[in-house]
């Protein structure tokens, strides 16, 4: 079965950087675009960033654009977040998506708190 497992967050100051993974398995990675979206605390989901199946196309929402760095490794079938100059306002849960087959799959999240 698909899963999605996501790692890296936790606590980090503003101006810091963190990187997220996400390890996929169940489905042949290699295939598929990757997404990352976020979840703050009392609001909808956004999503961050998206990324090919080969990497050759890559998009950010402009609210992070500059700022974090989406990639991913298809002989490891990890895709990646590395976070910059992070602020307040990037604090949320973090998923990683695979949408395969017209469906959406998710991994559980993980959770980046940014203060100081």
């Known amino acids: 079965q698909v899963q999605l497992v996501e790692s890296g967050g936790g606590l980090a100051q503003p101006g810091g950087s963190l990187r997220l993974s996400c390890a996929a398995s169940?489905?042949?990675?290699?295939?598929?675009?990757m997404n990352w979206a976020r979840q703050a605390p009392g609001k909808g989901l956004e999503w961050v960033s998206g990324?090919?199946?080969?990497?050759?196309?890559?998009a950010y929402a402009s609210s992070v654009e500059g700022r974090f760095t989406v990639s991913r490794d298809n002989a490891k079938n990890t895709v990646y977040l590395q976070m910059n100059s992070l602020k307040p306002e990037d604090t949320a849960v973090y998923y990683c998506?695979?949408?395969?087959?017209?469906?959406?799959?998710w991994g559980q999240g993980t959770q980046v708190t940014v203060s100081s």
């Open positions: 990324i090919y199946s080969d990497g050759s196309k890559i």
């Open positions: 169940g489905f042949t990675f290699s295939n598929y675009a």
């Open positions: 998506n695979a949408h395969l087959a017209l469906k959406n799959y």
